[in-house]
């Protein structure tokens, strides 16, 4: 009895060691999607008893079909140890972790979770599918996935295939803790290309990673996009030119508007604008704006038009000392940009080009007008030229006019030309044993004034007048200077008084009246004065008697009618205080002032020309006559000639001086 017990259990032992129950495959953790079919494996070898599922521990049952679960059930070759656990269709309350048991054999396969997946659905874009926005103003678009998609979806922004950036990602919970909705927002700019543009948003998880998209239209609202041309772009002066202003806009256009420079078109409405060009185009651009309900755009543009030279800077007179640097500046405007060339006065020799000229150390040789000059342009317009003086500050330049031979003791008168920048502070005339500046000194009078204007190209230039009322034996032998000093020097020259031989007349009879003459030295004797009473005027006899000056300066009257008429000789001069007979000549009082003014030296007849002023006097002001009392009669010199300049003085190109052919006058009664 022993024996057989004995061996049942050593057989019984063999077995165990040898063939006993076990795992051929177990099943693994799983992923399934939502409403898909669920396989979780299990085999088992040399075991032939019973096999059961759990869930989450709880026992499904033996039965191969799973009485009481629907959708579970075992498959397989049970045979061959095949107890496979299928789910169809997977639900979320299927999510839990499995065991696969044999139950007599004591064995348990390891847990295998079931993940269920949901899928997102496919999300929604609020405002969609078209989605109003307005150019130009920044907007949040806002992408919303709801239900229980496991796992929580990833929103992404496409345009055209391509990924948007700057996405603000959001997610809500629900009370119990699990995921609600999602949101994603993109945050963008529109602009008029934005229109009509498709944006898609795109729901994408491990359940689903092709995703699902929502696609919306952008319509903009955009202010006019303005684009503005010319026609022709580069235009001449004086050509016809066309604007054209296109704009694309939505809402459309509801109207336009031009300025130049910015001052408003008067009359310019409509998308077009003709003009005629000109300079003011190049610097003062032409805009369009156009206009709707959403808002204004503006473009300008700025016509090339090309014109001649116009002069901006002129040249401005300049004053500097000998030996200094001087330079001179202008400014021409023109397009293209004008040549500017530099040239002195009179002369075609190009010294500079360029807006400005600069002069080295200049010296007396360098004063003189320049002139800044720029030829016109392609359209033959503009151009010109622009003069500017340099005047060479230097110590006077002094030199001697001709003067006309006079008689002894008849009145003589000595000329000086002075040159002087800055201007002389006395002219003076010297001679052996004295010197005047001005006014009088006994038997002499000097005078100085302005040379004319327009005969000064070198500078200011002063004309000063030695005047020797009845001439003595050692004028003619002694030299006079003329002088001037200023604060850069002092220059002189000499003057020489000529004798001149004596003269004397026909005998022929030429009686002139002289009409209106109403002063009271009349040259009829007492006893005709008294005869008539109508002022016919005196009666001059130029050419009847025998009126002979001999050496001795003396006038010698002889009558032909042998004492029947009273003949008398009348002296040409003015009395400057050493009594009747050794006066200066000098004009009657100038008609320039009124009655009873004071009497000037009137240089017009001897100079053919309006003198700019009266006499000129350094530092004192205007010179008038010390002696207001004037001759007899005047008659006006018929003919005037250019002055000659003393001998071995170099030509004067700057005036000419006409120097008075006087006849000697005698009254004839």
């Known amino acids: 009895m022993l024996v057989p017990t004995l061996l049942v259990l050593l057989f019984c032992l063999r077995g165990h060691a040898g063939l006993s129950p076990h795992f051929l495959q177990q099943p693994d953790d799983l992923v399934a999607l939502l409403g898909d079919e669920a396989r979780l494996p299990c085999a088992l070898g040399e075991y032939w008893g019973l096999v059961q599922w759990t869930k989450d521990g709880l026992a499904l049952g033996g039965e191969r079909d799973l009485p009481g679960w629907s959708r579970y059930w075992i498959s397989g070759n049970a045979a061959s140890g095949q107890h496979d656990l299928y789910i169809r269709p997977v639900e979320l309350e299927d999510q839990a972790s499995y065991e696969c048991q044999a139950t007599q054999a004591g064995l348990r396969s390891r ?17 969609g599918p078209f989605v109003s926005l307005v150019a130009g103003v920044p907007v949040n678009l806002t992408c919303r996935s709801r239900g229980d998609a496991r796992p929580t979806p990833e929103l992404l922004w496409f345009r055209d295939g391509i990924r948007l950036d700057g996405t603000t990602f ?65 235009a001449l002066e004086g050509e016809k030119v066309t604007f054209l202003c296109q704009a694309t806009a939505q809402p459309p256009v509801t109207g336009y508007r031009w300025a130049k420079g910015g001052s408003p078109v008067l009359g310019a409405r409509g998308p077009m604008l003709e003009v005629v060009a000109d300079s003011s185009f190049l610097t003062e651009p032409v805009s369009c704006e156009v206009s709707n309900a959403v808002g204004s755009a503006n473009r300008s543009t700025a016509l090339d038009v090309q014109f001649g030279p116009i002069l901006q800077a ?27 060339t530099w040239t002195r006065s009179g002369d075609a020799q190009v010294l500079s080009s360029g807006p400005t000229l600069r002069l080295p150390s200049v010296g007396p040789e360098d004063a003189g007008d320049y002139v800044c000059r720029a030829e016109p342009g392609l359209s033959g317009l503009g151009g010109g030229a622009a003069e500017a003086r340099l005047t060479v500050n230097a110590p006077p330049i002094v030199t001697a006019l001709h003067s006309a031979p006079a008689f002894l003791r008849g009145p003589a008168r000595l000329q000086c030309l002075v040159f002087a920048s800055p201007a002389p502070d006395a002219v003076v005339w010297s001679w052996d044993g004295g010197f005047l500046a001005a006014g009088s000194q006994g038997r002499f009078l000097v005078e100085t004034f302005p040379a004319p204007e327009g005969r000064q190209e070198q500078g200011p230039a002063l004309i000063s007048v030695l005047h020797i009322s009845g001439t003595q034996e050692s004028d003619f032998s002694r030299g006079f200077n003329c002088s001037a000093r200023n604060r850069l020097g002092e220059g002189g020259t000499q003057v020489s008084l000529a004798r001149r031989a004596s003269a004397s007349f026909s005998k022929q009879k030429n009686l002139v009246r002289i009409p ?7 040259s009829r004797g007492p006893e005709e004065e008294t005869g008539s009473g109508e002022d016919r005027g005196p009666i001059v006899h130029t050419d009847h008697s025998d009126l002979v000056l001999d050496e001795e300066g003396a006038l010698e009257t002889k009558d032909p009618t042998n004492g029947y008429y009273k003949v008398r000789g009348v002296s040409v001069s003015l009395s400057l205080g050493e009594g009747p007979g050794g006066g200066l000549f000098l004009p009657p009082p100038s008609p320039l002032g009124p009655p009873g003014t004071p009497t000037f030296y009137d240089f017009n007849p001897h100079l053919g020309m309006v003198p700019p002023c009266r006499l000129y006097r350094a530092r004192a002001g205007y010179l008038t006559t010390p002696h207001p009392r004037a001759f007899t009669s005047y008659s006006k010199p018929t003919s005037t000639g250019p002055p000659d300049l003393a001998p071995r003085t170099p030509p004067f190109p700057y005036a000419a001086f006409p120097i008075p052919s006087h006849p000697r006058l005698q009254t004839h009664v």
């Not at 949901?118 to 405002?127: D, F, H, N």
């Not at 209106?516 to 009349?522: A, F, I, P, V």
């Open 111 to 127: 847990p295998a979770q079931l993940l269920v997946l949901v899928p997102p659905e496919a999300p929604q874009v609020l405002g």
């Open 170 to 234: 959001h997610q809500t919970l629900l009370k119990e803790g699990t995921p609600g909705s999602v949101e994603s927002i993109l945050s963008l700019t529109p602009s008029s290309h934005d229109d009509g543009a498709t944006l898609v948003c795109r729901a994408r998880s491990q359940a689903l990673p092709s995703g699902k998209d929502t696609a919306i239209t952008l319509s903009l609202q955009y202010p006019p996009v303005v684009t503005l041309s010319a026609e022709p772009q580069t």
């Open 314 to 340: 002129r040249p401005e007179p300049m004053s500097v000392d000998v030996g200094e640097d001087a330079s001179f500046s202008c400014a021409w405007r023109g397009n293209p940009l004008p040549r500017v």
């Open 516 to 522: 209106g003459s109403r002063d009271g030295s009349s």
